[in-house]
């Protein structure tokens, strides 16, 4: 079975899919360590998709052609200076009810409160290098994250494992040296 293709082939995209899950982790990782300066700051408008921002929940159209997707803009101090942070883009929920009676159908639509109000305090999370590098923590999913990381990690492993070991038990590591004996 020496020289096959097919286990070659295997052992480099299990070994290719291994090293880009356990690196997707060091890179997430690596780059929030940027992110080491924090502060509270104060939710200030809520900025729809489209770039309208509204000062007050109050002032967001609830109707069926309201914006669904808005995101946070929080305001912060950093030694004096004010800076601006936005969160991601997050959507409202929408339900739509279908009712029929005697061969007549009604669509009843109904969006979903924000779940944020202007004037609320945020926890933001800033490069202490240059504080306009900034983004909004949310402490309540760390265990979320914990796990994900943690099962890419062994997956990412043991994609590498696999397909080390096809190779080994293929004869296919020959690019180790000339004098590479099984």
Not at 113 to 123: D, N, R, Y
Request: charged fraction near 15%; charge should be positive.
């Amino acid at each position: 079975m020496q020289g096959e293709i097919v286990p070659f082939i295997a052992g480099c995209l299990f070994l290719a899919f291994g090293v880009l899950a356990v690196q997707g982790v060091v890179g997430t990782l690596w780059r929030s360590r940027r992110f080491r300066g924090r502060a509270d700051g104060k939710l200030v408008a809520l900025e729809a998709l489209d770039g309208r921002k509204y000062a007050k929940a109050a002032d967001v159209p609830t109707g069926p052609n309201a914006p669904l997707s808005f995101r946070q803009v929080v305001d912060f101090s950093i030694g004096g200076t004010t800076y601006q942070a936005r969160g991601p883009f997050l959507m409202r929920e929408v339900t739509k009810t279908f009712s029929h009676a005697g061969g007549q159908g009604t669509v009843t639509t109904s969006v979903a409160p924000l779940e944020f109000e202007p004037g609320s305090t945020v926890a933001v999370a800033y490069n202490p290098a240059d504080p306009r590098d900034a983004m909004l923590r949310s402490g309540t999913n760390a265990a979320y994250w914990l796990e994900l990381f943690s099962i890419q990690t062994f997956i990412g492993l043991m994609c590498v494992v696999v397909g080390l070991l096809i190779f080994f038990f293929n004869g296919n590591l020959a690019w180790i040296g000339p004098d590479w004996h099984r």
